[in-house]
């Protein structure tokens, strides 16, 4: 088995060596990179080798299920997620990228990976050097920093997996971001996808239920994507305008950059510079009168428009790619809180969502947010999780057990951030591990970047309010049934059908408004108690 793991491994990462060598834009550069594969193959071989021993040694001869098998099984999960947390870090380049997937698939994949790519993968980012800017620039713009910028501070402000940002000041006295890619990535990017996937298909090959090839797919999929930054660019500008022609009624709270095309090539992104509060930042946002609750209702207002509405949606929304200030421009002040813009960063990865897929997806959220088990088994079989794991998918969107997603009450699905619900979580992520990594084999991989893009958006809204409040899921509920209208409006046109769509839209408004007397009472209660 092992010696056939290393003549594939030697296959593939010859291959991919050549392919690198002659797609690169400089093969000699490339080829020099090239002469870091071995190490890096044999890193990758080792790590998969001692994480596949591990759990073969630690779970043999235990009874599935047992506390004994339970506890080895979590001290298998931490020792290998701290190994490949290793791996990424040394290798860096695009696994650091897959390091950041990870770390937000909430209870799709163990919680022992999640939590220990969390606390430092959007933290401990490769820094590249000033002269490895200069060259940079060098190669796209032909001249230095220096000279481009009237400014540059060679010390980067912040650093991700692909590109660090500095500030910097145009000959015309803007204040800019310049995004700057790390050298040589469009060369190693094939390399690393390559021991990547090797490296994952050994696993599924020693572990047929751990199958995160989808995984590799995607990182395959969107990483050249991200790379090329005026397709980023690109991607910020329909961004914007969607919610202008889609959405006007929030167009003014949402904004990107702007981005200063004459300044900007695929490697270099010159931006306008945001003085604005990291999203998650709850000191700094009320230090400048902005309520924490606005900015939660806000994102999610935000992306459920793109989702349900768009379908064009931005599917990395961790905390270090939104911003929020106050609006622009806007005195009004609602009981002593001034108004929330969100500003949206990092624009490289979004999805479209065709017209089916939208519209099956707004149905299931707006099944979940009423509780109707019919509605929910009928749409998620729709997008391909099956009669027999509508249930499972169910439970993966809301972070909910089933018997809590068709509880009729109307905060069934609320989330508060007690240590219960994310121990019960656990557990049945635990126990239900083969059966999730079948749903995610199953599913397409758009509906897949949007589990992502809800972990998330939990993740921040987590850190505003402490969990997901009811009048979140009443702004879901809300958008998605009216996308579901406005479908029904397309494709029916006679009288009697748009007068039933009409009551149809009345019943909402009915339901709607009770849950908005629930949520007022409910704030009533929590102000008086505390």
């Known amino acids: 088995m092992w010696r056939r793991a290393a003549t594939a491994a030697l296959s593939l990462g010859a291959g991919a060596g050549a392919v690198a060598v002659a797609n690169s834009e400089d093969p000699a550069a490339a080829l020099k990179i090239c002469a870091h594969l071995p190490p890096r193959l044999l890193r990758d071989s080792v790590t998969a ?51 950041q997937h990870i770390a937000q698939l909430e209870y799709v994949v163990p919680e022992e990976y999640v939590q220990t790519m969390r606390e430092s993968m959007l933290k401990r980012c490769p820094v590249s050097s000033y002269e490895q800017v200069r060259e940079v620039f060098a190669k796209d713009l032909g001249e230095s920093p220096e000279t481009v910028f009237a400014e540059f501070d060679p010390v980067p402000l912040a650093s991700a997996s692909l590109a660090q940002v500095h500030a910097a000041r145009t000959r015309d006295g803007q204040k800019v971001a310049v995004k700057v890619q790390h050298d040589h990535l469009k060369d190693t990017g094939v390399v690393d996808i390559a021991t990547v996937d090797l490296l994952v298909n050994v ?31 690109r991607n910020s500008e329909k961004c914007l305008e969607n919610f202008r022609r889609l959405s006007p009624h929030i167009a003014a709270s949402i904004y990107a950059p702007k981005v200063y095309w004459n300044l900007s090539t695929s490697r270099i992104l010159t931006m306008e510079f945001m003085d604005a509060k990291e999203v998650t930042d709850v000191h700094g946002i009320k230090e400048v009168g902005i309520h924490p609750v606005d900015v939660s209702n806000l994102v ?49 990865l979004y999805k479209e969502l065709d017209h089916a897929t939208r519209i099956n997806y707004a149905s299931l959220w707006k099944a979940l947010v009423f509780a109707d088990e019919k509605a929910i088994k009928e749409n998620s079989v729709k997008l391909g999780a099956g009669e027999d794991l509508h249930a499972l998918f ?49 599913l397409p991989r758009v509906i897949l970047l949007m589990l992502k893009t809800n972990d998330c958006l939990r993740a921040v809204n987590h850190a505003l309010v402490g969990g997901t409040s009811l009048e979140s899921f009443m702004i879901i509920g809300r ?41 007022c009472f409910m704030q009533l209660r929590n102000l008086l108690l505390g």
Request: aromatic share 12%; proline share 5%.
């Open 49 to 99: 080798a001692t994480i596949a021993l591990d759990y073969k040694w630690s779970l043999w001869g235990l009874e599935p299920g047992t506390p004994a098998w339970l506890s080895a099984k979590h001290g298998a999960h931490l020792r290998s997620a701290n190994r490949l947390q290793e791996l990424c870090f040394r290798n860096g380049g695009i696994y650091i990228k897959l390091g």
């Open 203 to 233: 696993l599924h090959y020693i572990f047929p239920t751990f199958d995160y090839r989808w995984l590799v797919d995607e990182v395959r999929e969107s990483a050249p994507k991200e790379l090329d930054f005026l397709n980023e660019a």
């Open 300 to 348: 999610t207002k935000a992306f459920a428009e793109m989702i349900f509405k768009h379908g064009f949606v931005h599917c990395d929304p961790h905390a270090a790619n939104m911003m929020v200030r106050s609006m622009p421009q806007d005195s009004r002040i609602f009981f002593g809180w001034k108004r929330p813009q969100l500003i949206l960063l990092d624009h490289g």
């Open 394 to 442: 169910a439970g993966v969107l809301t972070m909910r057990p089933w018997k809590r997603v068709i509880d009729p009450s109307p905060d069934h699905l609320v989330l508060d951030g007690k240590n219960t619900d994310y121990s019960e979580l656990q557990m049945y992520a635990s126990l239900y591990f083969s059966e999730i990594s079948e749903l995610l084999r199953r």
């Open 479 to 519: 958008i998605s049934s009216e996308a579901v209208l406005n479908a029904k409006r397309m494709n029916r046109r006679s009288f009697l059908n748009k007068l039933m769509i009409w009551l149809e839209e009345v019943l909402l408004e009915a339901r709607f408004f009770s849950l908005k007397l629930l949520l």
